[in-house]
């Protein structure tokens, strides 16, 4: 291949990824991977620094420094991740690869191996249109009931389903009901059907998944830089949305919780063997929201099973989170695929629908789930150590502030340039188990030039895990010795409440209380 040849496919290559759409909701993930791209088609690769990047792609100022602003490293860990899940995705048989090595910034394109499965839209018969008898063996519901419509299909499960099958079912549907629709993104029938996912029979063995419960979009991509799929591996249940101006306290993004399976339902999802962290996701919507009628706490519960073992039993979601459009998170550790390599999750009713909002499985190490690490900010932030602190999240109540540069006496000052202050909490989800907390302060505020009030016994406040008081009448300035100095409070084995959750309270004595980091380690 020449290398005219070669530029023109790599060109190619660019502008696919460009119009697949994975930088729509990540605007500065598509101007750095715009910029590295561009300026490897000039020649100009080897040119390509941390310091041009923040200033020619991300709009950061002259007097940028990458010592204290890990903006690129964060972003460009960011865009790797982003590149590996559509080249497993959307990108899986295209010819060639971009690649932006560990360490480096300038773009490779290398072969593409594998092979994709390819979606397609379909024409969808109408609800209750095509009983699920005359379905092929193994996409039959497990209550014998009828597939709902929109469900993606592979070519591969196309061949499994005779075209002439297709056809006289849509015959039948049009002569019973009159017209048939070519995409119906939910189930609307007063009693709907039932719901089966069929997809390919080869699904690659993964050790990450994230998905969506009852969303057949586009792949979503929160401000962590984590990608959603839509739903898949699901049997049974029915897709809902979620009204898009319902705001659901504590989600991790504004967009999150959009849709969700309700019913009896299970998912059977392919994991290479391991041990794994499962978490799972709930906003109840439905109930608690002030009309008696309307119902409450005992209105929905259900029981979760792993592997046909029950994990939650009589799980209320209201109950758990304390209120409706509250999400809930449950995290269990120790899971992994059965025998036949998949997990089998199963959600069933005791008393109203089951309901499920996301799933998230994370491959992680036995005994433990992975650290939770958090700064008040709204972008993550990278560590001297290369760990990956998560933007803000878990909270309620309280005031972000970003401070640049304020403390004096820590090389680590980028986890300490964000602040949430006022009187607020944090419901952080882990597994049962005993944990080490370590709360980050710094005073940026009294005690400095911009506040005109001296540091110390200005800022006084409570600290409260699930109840239990770990600081009284604390004083950040006075313990970290003046303003802009740091100091770290460590707490040793702490357990969650019975809802699976440390409950991190912060309450004002005087003035406004305020955190800048907290890091949780599983230690039993």
Request: net charge neutral.
């Amino acid at each position: 291949m020449g290398v005219t040849a070669l530029s023109e496919q790599e060109r190619e290559e660019f502008d696919l990824i460009l119009q697949s759409g994975i930088f729509e909701k990540a605007p500065r993930l598509g101007r750095f991977f715009r910029y590295v791209c561009e300026r490897h088609f000039e020649g100009q690769g080897a040119q390509v620094k941390e310091y041009s990047i923040a200033v020619e792609a991300l709009g950061r100022s002259t007097d940028f420094d990458p010592k204290r602003d890990s903006i690129v490293r964060v972003e460009a860990h960011r865009l790797r991740k982003r590149l590996e899940e559509y080249y497993s995705g959307a990108g899986a048989n295209h010819p060639l690869r971009v690649v932006i090595p560990n360490g480096q910034y300038r773009p490779q394109f290398i072969p593409g191996t594998g092979t994709a499965t390819v979606w397609t839209t379909t024409p969808t018969l109408p609800i209750d249109a095509t009983p699920a008898a005359a379905l092929p063996a193994g996409q039959r519901s497990s209550a014998g009931e009828t597939v709902a419509p929109d469900i993606p299909v592979s070519e591969s499960a196309k061949r499994r389903f005779p075209l002439w099958l297709a056809i006289v079912g849509a015959l039948l549907a049009v002569a019973t009901i009159g017209s048939f629709g070519l995409r119906r993104e939910y189930a609307t029938a007063t009693k709907p059907a039932s719901e089966l996912w069929i997809g390919n029979s080869s699904d690659p063995l993964q050790t990450e998944v994230r998905l969506i419960a009852g969303y057949h979009g586009a792949p979503f991509t929160d401000h962590q830089g984590r990608t959603w799929g839509p739903d898949a591996y699901y049997s049974g249940g029915v897709s809902h949305p979620i009204a898009a101006e319902r705001y659901i306290e504590m989600q991790p993004d504004s967009h999150f919780i959009r849709s969700q399976r309700t019913g009896l339902f299970h998912y059977d999802i392919p994991l290479r063997q391991g041990t794994y962290e499962l978490s799972l996701y709930f906003a109840e919507t439905d109930f608690g929201r002030g009309n008696p009628r309307a119902g409450g706490e005992g209105s929905r519960v259900f029981d979760v099973s792993v592997n046909g073992s029950v994990m939650l039993s009589g799980f209320d979601p209201l109950a758990e989170a304390g209120g409706p459009n509250r999400l809930h998170t449950r995290v269990l550790k120790d899971v992994g695929p059965a025998a036949d390599g998949k997990l089998h999750l199963g959600f069933g009713p005791t008393g109203a629908q089951a309901v499920l909002n996301a799933i998230e499985i994370l491959h992680s190490s036995p005994g433990r789930i992975h650290p939770v690490r958090i700064v008040t900010q709204g972008s993550p932030v990278v560590d001297s150590d290369g760990r990956i602190w998560a933007a803000d999240e878990y909270f309620s109540g309280g005031t972000t502030v970003f401070r640049r540069n304020a403390v004096i006496n820590r090389p680590e000052k980028a986890i300490y340039e964000g602040e949430r202050y006022g009187n607020f909490s944090y419901r952080i989800p882990v597994a049962p188990g005993k944990y080490r907390l370590t709360l980050h302060f710094a005073e940026t505020w009294f005690g400095t030039p911009d506040s005109g009030r001296p540091a110390f016994g200005e800022r006084c406040f409570n600290v409260f895990a699930n109840g239990m008081a770990l600081l009284r009448d604390f004083d950040i300035a006075r313990e970290a010795g003046g303003a802009n100095r740091s100091i770290t409070k460590v707490f040793e084995n702490l357990e969650p409440n019975a809802q699976g959750v440390l409950w991190l309270e912060f309450v004002p004595v005087k003035n406004y209380a305020e955190v800048n980091a907290i890091e949780v380690v599983e230690t039993n």
